[in-house]
């Protein structure tokens, strides 16, 4: 993985795998972790991180759930392609990046009203 650093804050609400999993997908959707990049083994980032390999196995999970990585035998757990073509409307993955996004500001300290204010901003820069 390159440099982009992930971190877990275990005084939050949101949970560690949740933290996880929101920050990888993150990296990924913009592109700050490339089509098949490696991602560490989940020991390594477990030990990494000062967590259970089962919290970090559960990231990965649902990462490779939402086709966002890839795990093979042999090769390790890789960044999957991102879905090329025309893009459709689809809830559930607004659903997810939200969530995504939610649990990354709610990681940095942010509170509700201040979420809701940069999405406010951030549609308004687009209007």
């Given at each position: 993985?390159?440099?982009?650093?992930?971190r877990?804050?275990t005084t939050?609400?949101?949970?560690p795998y949740?933290?996880?999993?929101?920050?990888?997908?993150?990296?990924i959707?913009?592109?700050?972790?490339?089509?098949?990049?490696?991602?560490p083994?989940?020991r390594q980032?477990?030990?990494?991180?000062?967590?259970?390999?089962?919290?970090v196995?559960?990231?990965?999970?649902?990462?490779?759930?939402?086709?966002l990585?890839?795990?093979?035998?042999?090769?390790?757990?890789?960044?999957a392609?991102?879905?090329?073509?025309?893009?459709?409307f689809?809830?559930?993955?607004l659903?997810?990046?939200?969530?995504?996004?939610?649990?990354?500001?709610?990681?940095?300290g942010?509170?509700?009203?201040?979420?809701?204010?940069a999405?406010?901003?951030?549609?308004?820069?687009?209007e």
């Amino acid at each position: 993985m390159s440099e982009a650093a992930l971190r877990v804050d275990t005084t939050s609400q949101v949970p560690p795998y949740e933290q996880i999993r929101a920050q990888l997908a993150t990296l990924i959707l913009t592109g700050r972790l490339a089509e098949g990049e490696r991602l560490p083994t989940v020991r390594q980032l477990a030990a990494d991180l000062g967590l259970a390999p089962g919290t970090v196995a559960r990231a990965y999970r649902e990462l490779e759930a939402a086709e966002l990585i890839r795990t093979r035998r042999g090769a390790g757990t890789r960044v999957a392609a991102l879905p090329t073509g025309p893009v459709r409307f689809d809830p559930a993955r607004l659903a997810t990046l939200t969530r995504d996004f939610t649990a990354s500001a709610r990681a940095l300290g942010a509170s509700t009203e201040a979420i809701l204010a940069a999405v406010r901003e951030a549609l308004g820069r687009e209007e």
